[in-house]
């Protein structure tokens, strides 16, 4: 079974721009999560989609946000780029739906970086 | 609100001596607790998981945990420490409720020498 995929693996925009990233989670998964990795903040969670409803958000501005397709693949979308979105997106999906964690399954990740 | 504090940011051991990489969590219920692995320019990778069943977790390549409500704790172990484990480890404890939210520890970088 394929793994999570993500697109594309390396970005490099300048402020001001607008960026999409994308993210196919392994076949028969409906959650997806996102994570924004930094050297300064570590992890850092963004959203969590699950039927393609949005069941989680973490405390980032407006300018992050994200969408899921009724195939389960899902797209984040930051606009007004800053200097510091510079960053590693990881993409995670598990099953979703037991209503207990479930193991979830990481991306290789898409590195932005901000110019 | 729960969290995970892994108290050494670096750790270096030699080959075929053990590993022990340290994690404390906080939470207000019982925790499911999870050990990943991040190497170089590649995602992370679930090493272990904890949730309830048995305290002694036992994970991929060789790795183990186990789990102390009395200390509340969660270390991970490895008897013989391979060059190949070289890489960052991160401690991650599951947000609270119907969601997949994991919140992680700071990481701890593991340096294997020959």
């Known amino acids: 079974k394929a793994g999570v995929t993500q697109t594309p693996r390396y970005l490099i925009k300048t402020r001001g721009q607008q960026v999409t990233l994308s993210c196919s989670p392994i076949?028969?998964?409906?959650?997806v999560s996102w994570y924004q990795q930094t050297p300064g903040q570590g992890l850092q969670f963004l959203f969590e989609?699950?039927?393609?409803?949005?069941?989680n958000k973490g405390n980032f501005p407006g300018r992050f946000s994200g969408r899921q397709f009724s195939n389960s693949r899902s797209e984040m979308n930051v606009s007004t780029l800053e200097l510091g979105d510079s960053a590693l997106y990881l993409c995670?999906?598990?099953?979703?739906?037991?209503?207990?964690?479930?193991?979830?399954?990481f991306g290789p990740g898409t590195r932005l970086l901000v110019l | 609100a729960q969290s995970v504090t892994q108290l050494d940011s670096h750790v270096s051991v030699s080959e075929g001596t053990p590993v022990l990489l340290r994690c404390n969590y906080s939470?207000?219920?019982?925790?499911?607790l999870f050990w990943y692995v991040q190497h170089p320019n590649k995602g992370l990778q679930l090493l272990l998981k904890?949730?309830?069943?048995?305290?002694l977790v036992k994970g991929i390549n060789g790795f183990e945990a186990e789990f102390k409500k009395s200390e509340t704790s969660f270390h991970l172990t490895k008897p013989s420490a391979h060059m190949s484990d070289a890489a960052e480890y991160f401690c991650?404890?599951?947000?609270?409720?119907?969601?997949?939210?994991?919140?992680f520890g700071t990481g701890t970088r593991l340096q294997v020498f020959p």
């Open positions: 904890y949730t309830s069943a048995a305290t």
């Open positions: 989609y699950f039927s393609e409803t949005q069941r």
């Open positions: 939470s207000s219920y019982s925790p499911s």
């Open positions: 076949s028969g998964h409906r959650s």
């Open positions: 995670a999906s598990s099953l979703g739906g037991s209503g207990s964690p479930e193991t979830q399954y």
């Open positions: 991650v404890v599951s947000d609270r409720g119907r969601t997949d939210k994991l919140i």
